[in-house]
């Protein structure tokens, strides 16, 4: 079976899959954009600006309002006001938040962090340090290191409590003297002319007040009331996450995310402090069992502990008994933006990607890295037609390292969870396989989870490859008519799982962004 994993293949995939990708881009057309008009009315407030310009509400000026403070709203304004930007941002909830996602910062998105010099933000949380995967499936296991060899020993991934990490970014933002963090919820947009001039926003104690700003990023989450003026969201739960957490346990293998390829769908398992493991069971479809009248906990006893690995069964029983059961729908979102005059989105009110990689961290600090390097030589904002036309290049150059993060999320997910169908059966096994391999065919696929290599090409490579490799177990010693049939549909299920969503990120801008005019866009010359 090892022949199958002769490196000389890699050549033959890369030729097929090119020519599979060239053809798809001549098949797909490009989406259409459809009721801007009527998405844009919803959010958006009609407003007559004083003097052609931009000024807050108390007179002070203002370069950028950032709307929400979460992980990319915190990173976002310490990064732009360390650049000297000044920065309002309006947070809904200025306590520390209570997230059961966004605890796993992937080793690609530590790297950011580093750059953005917010590194020094995981210290002080308990937080943990990932030095990669260990995945199970039906009593057999394989660990999968991240390729940390060229790197400082302090780089690798780190799990830790949402919250205390966006406090800690919070404070970090906060302690910029030109940054003001204000608590108040963002009720719409102010536009002028089609150009929006700030937001209209409530305070804590309920004074109804407008801020005006060159510039307005929203960044309020995967709940954003204000997408819909700036975007076309075509929002997919594909299904939910239901938390635990486990106390003064010991995983099988210390410092490595858990993943059991559990039926009907995975499980994972992850420190999120010295004392606790995060558990996250993946429930398919929007409803889940009732915590209120006992289902879930019997749920989780009678499906779930079973599938568990045995040296932590009796701490996952122990957590469900004690009943802190907590659920949240898993969303994923392309980016489809609407380029407006004097606005931005960010984070997950722009992109999601089903949160089974712990990639969302990641491609919210890769994009503010981009945003930044664009906003740094333009000393003046108020050109906001100008400035639009510049910012279109965020979204081509973004793409290599966001599509990569995105695909992988959602293909992994449809090939990770189980299903009646054979050849959906083999593609999951031969996955797994895959991934035990070693070598190549472990690093290449985790240094893309990990984003360390977003390199899209190299991800639809290696996933047709498991593909392929699946076909070959199949035909080996001897192929029979039944076998050939099975693998014929391994190879159209694996494209019918992974085509749609590089239709969705945008063929062109994932593969060839040079050759989108947006990729070229110079710094608009100074008034």
């Known amino acids: 079976m090892r022949k199958m994993a002769d490196p000389y293949v890699l050549a033959w995939i890369s030729v097929f899959v090119t020519t599979l990708l060239a053809l798809?881009?001549?098949?797909?057309?490009?989406?259409?954009?459809?009721?801007?008009?009527?998405?844009?009315?919803?959010?958006?407030?009609?407003?007559?600006?004083?003097?052609?310009?931009?000024?807050?509400?108390?007179?002070?000026?203002?370069?950028?309002?950032?709307?929400g403070a979460g992980v990319a709203g915190s990173a976002l304004a310490h990064t732009l006001g360390k650049d000297g930007r000044r920065v309002h941002v309006i947070e809904r909830d200025l306590s520390e938040p209570d997230r059961i996602v966004g605890e796993l910062l992937q080793p690609g998105g530590y790297l950011k962090l580093i750059e953005l010099g917010l590194e020094d933000c995981v210290e002080e949380i308990d937080a943990q340090q990932v030095f990669g995967y260990a995945l199970f499936k039906d009593g057999k296991r394989t660990r999968l290191s991240y390729p940390l060899e060229n790197f400082h020993s302090d780089?690798?991934?780190?799990?830790?409590?949402?919250?205390?990490?966006?406090?800690?970014?919070?404070?970090?933002?906060?302690?910029?003297?030109?940054?003001?963090?204000?608590?108040?919820?963002?009720?719409?947009?102010?536009?002028?002319?089609?150009?929006?001039?700030?937001?209209?926003?409530?305070?804590?104690?309920?004074?109804?007040?407008?801020a005006f700003a060159?510039?307005?990023?929203?960044?309020?989450?995967?709940?954003?009331?204000?997408?819909?003026?700036?975007?076309?969201?075509?929002?997919?739960?594909?299904?939910?996450?239901v938390g635990l957490v486990l106390e003064n346990c010991h995983l099988p293998y210390a410092n490595h995310g858990h993943v059991i390829l559990a039926d009907p769908s995975p499980i994972l398992f992850y420190p999120i402090s010295s004392t606790e493991i995060r558990c996250l069971?993946?429930?398919?479809?929007?409803?889940?069992?009732?915590?209120?009248?006992?289902?879930?906990?019997?749920?989780?006893?009678?499906?779930?502990?079973?599938?568990?690995?045995?040296?932590?069964?009796?701490?996952?029983?122990?957590?469900?008994?004690?009943?802190?059961?907590?659920?949240?729908?898993?969303?994923?979102?392309?980016?489809?933006?609407?380029?407006?005059p004097g606005a931005l989105l960010m984070g997950d009110a722009f992109n999601m990607r089903h949160p089974l990689t712990g990639g969302g961290m990641t491609v919210a600090l890769s994009d503010i890295v981009v945003l930044?390097?664009?906003?740094?030589?333009?000393?003046?904002?108020?050109?906001?037609?100008?400035?639009?036309?510049?910012l279109e290049s965020f979204y081509t150059l973004r793409k290599p390292?966001?599509?990569?993060?995105?695909?992988?999320?959602?293909?992994?997910?449809?090939?990770?969870?189980?299903?009646?169908?054979?050849a959906r059966k083999e593609m999951r096994q031969a996955c797994f396989d895959y991934l035990s391999l070693g070598g190549v065919f472990s690093t290449g696929p985790i240094s893309l989870l990990s984003g360390l290599n977003p390199r899209p090409?190299?991800?639809?490579?290696?996933?047709?490859?498991?593909?392929?490799?699946?076909?070959?177990?199949?035909?080996?010693?001897?192929?029979?008519?039944?076998?050939?049939?099975?693998?014929?549909?391994?190879?159209?299920?694996?494209?019918?799982?992974?085509?749609?969503?590089?239709k969705a990120e945008g063929v062109r801008q994932m593969f060839f962004p040079a050759t989108v005019p947006a990729y070229y866009r110079r710094v608009p010359p100074a008034n």
Request: hydrophobic content about 40%; proline content about 7%.
């Open 214 to 241: 060159p510039l307005t990023i929203v960044c309020d989450g995967c709940f954003s009331n204000l997408r819909r003026s700036l975007c076309n969201p075509q929002v997919d739960v594909p299904s939910c996450f």
């Open 281 to 340: 069971v993946d429930v398919p479809g929007q409803k889940v069992p009732s915590i209120a009248n006992g289902e879930m906990a019997n749920y989780l006893k009678t499906v779930v502990a079973p599938q568990v690995p045995p040296e932590i069964y009796d701490s996952f029983v122990a957590a469900v008994d004690k009943g802190n059961i907590r659920t949240m729908p898993n969303r994923s979102m392309p980016a489809s933006p609407y380029p407006t």
């Open 401 to 422: 390292v966001a599509s990569t993060i995105n695909t992988l999320a959602g293909a992994l997910y449809k090939v990770f969870c189980a299903s009646p169908d054979q």
């Open 457 to 502: 090409l190299s991800l639809v490579l290696h996933f047709f490859a498991v593909a392929i490799y699946g076909v070959g177990r199949l035909l080996l010693p001897f192929p029979s008519p039944k076998r050939i049939w099975i693998g014929a549909r391994l190879i159209s299920g694996a494209s019918g799982i992974i085509f749609p969503i590089i």
């Open 24 to 67: 798809c881009g001549v098949v797909l057309k490009r989406r259409k954009v459809i009721g801007i008009s009527s998405a844009r009315t919803e959010s958006v407030t009609s407003v007559s600006a004083v003097d052609g310009e931009c000024r807050s509400a108390d007179g002070c000026d203002t370069d950028v309002i950032i709307v």
């Open 155 to 210: 780089v690798s991934g780190r799990s830790f409590h949402n919250g205390r990490f966006i406090q800690r970014m919070r404070e970090k933002a906060a302690s910029l003297p030109n940054v003001r963090l204000e608590q108040g919820v963002v009720t719409s947009l102010l536009e002028e002319k089609g150009t929006i001039r700030g937001v209209q926003y409530k305070t804590k104690d309920g004074r109804e007040l407008t």
């Open 372 to 390: 930044r390097d664009l906003l740094k030589p333009l000393r003046d904002l108020n050109d906001a037609p100008t400035l639009c036309k510049y």
